[in-house]
């Protein structure tokens, strides 16, 4: 028995590291793209929560006098900003105010950055930019 050659040595070796390579990028692809979906969904979140604080800033002055009740552009600029700062996280966002059927609406746009953690070790991209966004109005009157 130990007299026979061992021609096909190393060769099992050689197999389970590139075996062992493709389960390693399998797991950090689907590890990966949850992580990105998770922030994906963080990020219409924010937006969400966002344009919601921004469609609660009305101009006071106008509905007060008996004027329609609308979103004060500023104050609402003011809100998004300061809830996205609070939330922490967000790399960039805008704000803007469509009219839609006579009624202004207010629609906040969150990127977030989603660094990959396993997929950049392989030489894929190591970060990747998500975007949010949701649009909000103000509820006035009955129903």
Do not use: C, W
Not at 21 to 34: H, S
């Amino acid at each position: 028995m130990t007299g026979r050659p061992h021609r096909e040595s190393g060769r099992v070796s050689l197999f389970l590291a590139a075996a062992l390579t493709g389960v390693l990028v399998i797991i950090g692809l689907a590890y990966d793209t949850a992580g990105q979906l998770r922030s994906l969904q963080r990020a219409d979140n924010l937006a969400a929560e966002a344009a919601r604080s921004g469609g609660q800033m009305i101009d006071r002055a106008r509905a007060i006098e008996g004027g329609p009740k609308e979103i004060d552009e500023a104050a609402a600029q003011v809100a998004v900003a300061d809830y996205l700062r609070a939330a922490g996280g967000v790399q960039s966002h805008t704000v803007s105010f469509p009219v839609v059927g006579g009624e202004k609406q207010i629609t906040v746009r969150v990127r977030i950055t989603y660094r990959r953690d396993l997929l950049g070790l392989f030489g894929i991209s190591d970060t990747v930019t998500v975007t949010g966004e949701a649009t909000a109005r103000a509820l006035t009157g009955a129903p």
